[in-house]
């Protein structure tokens, strides 16, 4: 009888155990001190902050948005996302949209779920919501869904090449449906993670959880395993001193990029850092990404 209490007893633990992983930890508040970054809009723009773009469980995906409602016609619109490996960083450490605001563009800053809260693939599936979120909303929001730009830098980077290279593919997409072909005008990718696999981190392996071993399911979130003729233009900026993601990641898929035939360009900071560029360089970056965009008719 006394094995039978202590065997019971041992499974309920086990049991208990086991719910207590399953279950993830409480999403994180909306920031409201002084790492909050305050963005000024010009006359004309209007701003919404923490609009509500999906709903996973008590999990609010949430984006704060700088509208041209202004403008007699719809105008494009950026959708940037922040870096932070996956496993943190926040929509509201985000300015430097000026540069846009000055095109008369609106902005859409997104923030997605973190590998502590929810690995792989939960940022893209977010990611993807978003897009298809401006995609229904665009007359309302006064944006043009056949000019959506997603912009991203290192982890968000490698979100802007997955959001937009998977086109019209479904794969991430179960949370949120798109109610036409989803056609991203262009990608701009600041020294993001392009092959998954490659990046061997504990950052990487964090966010991909328990399929970290699951190469069918790492290629599957990796950039690389999407490009195609038919992609959209890709801008990318990497520094050729960064010791986070390797310069070498950014090489590979402009390479992939052209052989594929998609208009693409990269721009290389010589000496740059992850994320740490001087003034005159990121000056250079702004202007560059300004021109590249003015190219695909934005």
């Not at 007893?9 to 049991?15: E, N, Q, R, V």
């Not at 504990?202 to 599957?220: C, I, M």
């Not at 999407?226 to 992609?231: I, Q």
């Not at 740059?272 to 990404?289: L, P």
């Amino acid at each position: 009888m006394k094995s039978f209490f202590f065997l019971t007893g041992t499974l309920l633990g086990l049991a208990t155990a086991v719910c207590a992983q399953q279950t993830p930890p409480p999403p994180p508040p909306i920031p409201t001190d002084s790492t909050v970054k305050v963005v000024t809009t010009p006359p004309g723009f209007t701003t919404e902050l923490n609009a509500v773009y999906t709903k996973v469980g008590p999990w609010d995906g949430r984006m704060d948005l700088y509208l041209n409602k202004a403008s007699r016609k719809p105008v494009p619109v950026i959708v940037n996302l922040h870096g932070g490996g996956w496993n943190k960083g926040t929509k509201e450490s985000q300015s430097g949209f000026s540069s846009f605001f000055k095109q008369g563009w609106s902005v859409a800053n997104v923030e997605y779920r973190l590998s502590p809260y929810a690995p792989a693939p939960a940022a893209i599936e977010d990611v993807r919501c978003a897009l298809i979120y401006l995609v229904n909303n665009a007359k309302q929001l006064n944006i043009d869904p056949k000019k959506i730009v997603v912009l991203g830098t290192s982890s968000g980077g490698h979100l802007a090449l997955m959001a937009g290279l998977l086109e019209n593919d479904p794969k991430f997409d179960a949370q949120c449906k798109a109610p036409e072909p989803l056609k991203i005008r262009a990608i701009i990718d600041k020294y993001g993670i392009a092959d998954v696999a490659q990046w061997k981190t504990k950052t990487a392996t964090q966010w991909l959880g328990p399929k970290a071993r699951d190469a069918e399911f790492v290629q599957s979130v990796s950039p690389m395993s999407y490009v195609k003729k038919t992609s959209p233009p890709t801008f990318i900026i990497h520094g050729d001193a960064d010791s986070t993601v390797p310069y070498a990641q950014s090489v590979a898929l402009f390479k992939s990029l052209k052989a594929a035939k998609v208009n693409t360009e990269m721009l290389t900071i010589e000496g740059g850092e992850h994320g740490k560029f001087s003034k005159e360089d990121n000056k250079r970056v702004s202007e560059a990404i300004i021109g590249f965009l003015q190219a695909q008719g934005l």
